[in-house]
């Protein structure tokens, strides 16, 4: 059962290595293409914060943002490979910022090819961030094994 849970993790994090690894060969000086698609859908989102919030964004390279995300994913996955809930919590935390800002989908009229291309992206990143929370959730119900208990054990069948 380890086994299969161990392969499990690898498949799930197979997304997240594959698009950090994408990311880091494309990254260049400037950040790569994944600069270049993200700036104006950021520059949306400050707009739209800022206008919401009265809080301004900080001006900063797109391209810090890439590199950011790409250590999200690179670090989490290879932690989570291992069963560490620390590797969710990156993920999760990659999620958390790449979903609303890559996958605009209510900036786009329902009738448009592109809101439903995004919708779909959307809903599938909400999936892996409910598959992930799923395995923090499932971690943590389980009791954890302590020395303890099993030099209790072991001094009852003596």
């Not at 995300?69 to 990156?90: D, P």
């Not at 605009?104 to 992206?121: A, G, P, V």
């Not at 961030?129 to 943590?140: A, P, Q, R, Y």
């Amino acid at each position: 059962m380890a086994f299969l849970s161990f392969v499990g993790r690898v498949l799930f994090v197979s997304v997240f290595v594959l698009s950090a690894w994408q990311e880091f060969n494309d990254f260049g000086v400037d950040g790569g293409s994944a600069a270049t698609a993200l700036t104006p859908k950021f520059n949306v989102l400050s707009k739209h914060f800022t206008t919401h919030t009265g809080f301004q964004v900080p001006d900063f390279e797109i391209k810090f943002l890439v590199a950011g995300a790409i250590a999200l994913k690179a670090i989490g996955s290879l932690l989570f490979v291992f069963g560490s809930t620390i590797g969710a919590t990156l993920l999760i935390l990659h999620q958390l910022i790449a979903t609303p800002i890559l996958y605009d989908f209510y900036n786009y009229d329902m009738e448009k090819k592109e809101f439903l291309q995004l919708f779909i992206k959307f809903a599938q990143s909400l999936a892996l961030l409910g598959g992930l929370l799923f395995f923090i959730g499932m971690k943590n119900s389980f009791p954890r094994r302590s020395s303890t208990t099993k030099k209790a054990a072991k001094n009852k069948t003596n």
